[in-house]
């Protein structure tokens, strides 16, 4: 069947033809950040909750289980509030860097982010929705493991409200670390690797208190992404802390958060693309 070219067509079918041809072109506007993210957040959490939840108790007894050993070495005073805070710390960076770093590793290794690349969700609500499930999981085992240590080592209670600021904090801080690890790692047993290493530092740099350390280890533990929020959650043990400097490790903690889910997200696009 053949068709009328424009110019035979009647003036009024040529316009509708034009106006139809002009409505259709405009393609559905990109999802919005924030409903995807919410997408993202609850999809992770109802996948990752079976499968955490052991892993999160193995994580809460590790540290429970540093500071009873420190307690034979530590008896009071900043090294017990760095022990504390150190091990409290210790459980994000178990969830936060570790699971995820071998998360998106995997997901990268088995083509997992060729299905996130079909869906129109941007790679910050990728990378932020997953980054803010696994940091949820430690909620409850840093409440434990800072009371735990509180009462082991005989130090107040009436500030671990700061909890609330740092375990957001050091969780975006550290996720994002350990996104960008797994999606920056060629192989996916390269990534479980650097997220084994990861942890361990912030345990070996994290939970030992810095007054022993070496001057080279303690530049490095500068480095550390959490090293921000165990020095404000540790100053929070202190009958009188010194909230000008809790205020400064928090925002010091919050622009290392932002800058390493930048990177995270930098991997995740990077990595979606070849």
């Known amino acids: 069947m053949s068709t009328l070219p424009a110019e035979a067509l009647p003036a009024g079918v040529k316009a509708a033809r034009v106006q139809g041809a002009e409505e259709a072109a405009p393609l559905a506007p990109p999802a919005r950040l924030l409903p995807s993210l919410a997408a993202v957040y609850r999809a992770q959490l109802s996948r ?4 955490r939840i052991p892993l999160l108790f193995v994580a809460t007894f590790q540290s429970i289980g540093i500071m009873i050993m420190m307690r034979g070495v530590v008896d009071g005073g900043s090294e017990a509030r760095a022990v504390v805070a150190g091990s409290t710390v ?15 590793g995997r997901l990268r290794a088995d083509g997992g982010l060729d299905h996130y690349a079909t869906l129109p969700v941007p790679p910050a609500a990728v990378v932020l929705g997953a980054a803010g499930a696994y940091a949820s999981f430690t909620v409850p085992g840093t ?6 240590g509180a009462v ?10 700061l ?25 996916q047993e390269l990534a479980t690797l650097l997220g084994q290493l990861g942890m361990s530092a912030a345990l070996l740099l994290g939970v030992l208190p810095a007054e022993r350390m070496p001057e080279p280890i303690a530049w ?20 009188r802390p010194d909230w000008a400097a809790v205020a400064l490790d928090l925002a010091v903690c919050g622009v290392v958060g932002v800058l390493s889910l930048a990177l995270a997200t930098w991997a995740y696009r990077r990595a979606a693309v070849r």
């Open 90 to 104: 210790l459980v994000v960076a178990f969830v936060a860097l570790n699971l995820l770093a071998q998360y998106f």
């Open 143 to 148: 409440l434990v493991t800072a009371v735990t």
């Open 220 to 239: 490095a533990r500068d480095l550390l992404p959490s090293t921000y929020g165990v020095e404000a959650l540790a100053r929070a043990f202190d009958p």
């Open 152 to 161: 082991l080592f005989g130090l107040p209670l009436g500030h671990l409200w």
């Open 163 to 187: 909890l609330a600021a740092v375990v957001p904090l050091s969780g975006a801080a550290l996720s994002g670390l350990g996104a960008a690890l797994g999606l920056l790692a060629p192989r």
């Open 48 to 51: 990752a909750r079976v499968a």
